[in-house]
């Protein structure tokens, strides 16, 4: 599977890493930078571009290892394999034995090699409290030892099935214009191999004091696209029907649930993500918040510990109260009459169609009858716990005279 980089992300985010530590007091990479840079200005202008973007090119991936934030991302989630250490002397005996037929110390040279699984130490660490120690919990001791003497010359390998790298043919990760730009996306899901788009604002590359957050944000994405293109859970481009308002209104409850999903999965396999879980309940209180604060609660939780989720049920979840309520909330905690007083904060006014942020729940109790009748003339189909928004509720009662 191929990792590639937009040149404009690479030119962004190398200019801005050097400047931060230019002006943090490290100038050792930001002159090095320029020595090579600056004499690209004596060049012919048509051979500039190519010859500034190699030198990105070099200091994104090389020097400033930037790169190496979409790797352990990819590789946290599982989309590729972890990587392994494995030192350049074991690498040249394993050659030299091969090349002398000793087929049977091979094994003895894979132990060897094994003991170095867990030096990545001149990389960032991961995002991660236990991802690395469930990958080789016996080796840790072992290879203690050895990194100091053998982490200088460690190159990379990979060493698990590709199970999910199979089904991607190339991961790009391109420049965000804003935060809005932001965001994973996959490519031709249906015909061909997929292609992982990843849109990321430079800026995240700026601060090494602030990895954790890019790292935590490319996780977050990367969980996005994974379930896309995993036949589980049957991603589909879902058609919404409704006015504009709604359908903004079903994508945005479609994403907290699906960010819900993503966050409870890292959770459970000790990874950071964006959001801590009090933080996200915050958002789902914000959407949920008609619904009495126990069984609110409890929708939360019974989302927060579903281990698998399908596409179509959090599409379900997101259009549908009733679809929600029915599968999280029982019925001897709630009446059937109680349900049909809830009005969600943004639903559509009954009677205006209108996204409603202040609802009259039951007008018959607080209104005129004559107002109620007014209503019902125009709407004989409604009844007073369907409700209503307060301005048609005040339209009515002007109406009626009351």
């Known amino acids: 599977m191929k990792v590639s980089y937009s040149p404009q992300l690479m030119e962004e985010a190398v200019f801005r890493h050097l400047n931060h530590l230019e002006r943090s007091g490290y100038r050792a990479g930001y002159d090095e930078y320029h020595s090579l840079a600056d004499p690209i200005y004596e060049l012919p202008e048509d051979d500039r571009e190519i010859a500034f973007a190699k030198v990105n090119k070099i200091f994104f991936i090389e020097r400033l290892k930037l790169g190496e934030h979409v790797l352990r991302a990819l590789e946290a989630v599982g989309l590729i394999p972890k990587r392994k250490r494995v030192s350049r002397k074991a690498q040249l005996a394993a050659a030299a034995m091969e090349s002398d037929g000793y087929a049977g110390e091979s094994e003895q040279c894979d132990s060897d090699t094994g003991s170095d699984e867990t030096s990545l130490e001149d990389q960032p660490p991961l995002p ?88 935590a944000f490319l996780i977050q994405e990367f969980m996005h696209a994974k379930d896309m293109v995993d036949p589980e859970f049957d991603y589909e481009d879902a058609f919404i029907p409704g006015n504009p308002s709604v359908k903004n209104l079903i994508t945005a409850r479609f994403r907290l649930l699906w960010n819900m999903y993503v966050d409870s999965r890292l959770g459970r396999a000790g990874i950071i993500s964006t959001m801590p879980k009090e933080a996200r309940y915050r958002e789902f209180d914000n959407f949920y918040r008609k619904i009495p604060e126990k069984q609110r609660r409890g929708i939360f939780e019974g989302i927060w510990r579903t281990d698998t989720f399908t596409h179509e049920e959090l599409l379900s979840m997101a259009t549908d109260l009733e679809s929600l309520m029915s599968k999280y909330v029982d019925d001897v905690d709630m009446s059937e009459e109680e349900r049909d007083y809830i009005h969600l904060q943004g639903s559509p006014c009954p009677l205006c169609k209108f996204p409603t942020y202040n609802w009259v729940d039951d007008p018959e109790s607080i209104c005129d009858e004559m107002v109620i009748e007014a209503i019902q003339i125009d709407f004989p189909d409604w009844e007073s716990k369907d409700g209503g928004c307060d301005r048609c509720i005040e339209v009515y009662e002007l109406r009626a005279g009351v």
């Not at 840790?140 to 990979?158: F, K, N, T």
């Open 128 to 215: 991660t409290d236990t991802d690395q120690q469930e990958e080789n919990p016996t080796t840790d001791e072992s290879s203690e030892e050895d990194e100091s003497s053998e982490d200088a010359d460690g190159v990379i390998s990979y060493d698990l099935a590709r199970e999910f790298e199979e089904r991607i043919n190339e991961v790009t990760v391109k420049r965000a214009i804003n935060k809005v730009d932001e965001g994973s996306n996959v490519l031709n899901r249906i015909s061909g191999r997929p292609v992982i788009e990843m849109r990321v604002l430079a800026s995240r590359f700026c601060n090494p004091e602030e990895a954790q957050e890019l790292d």
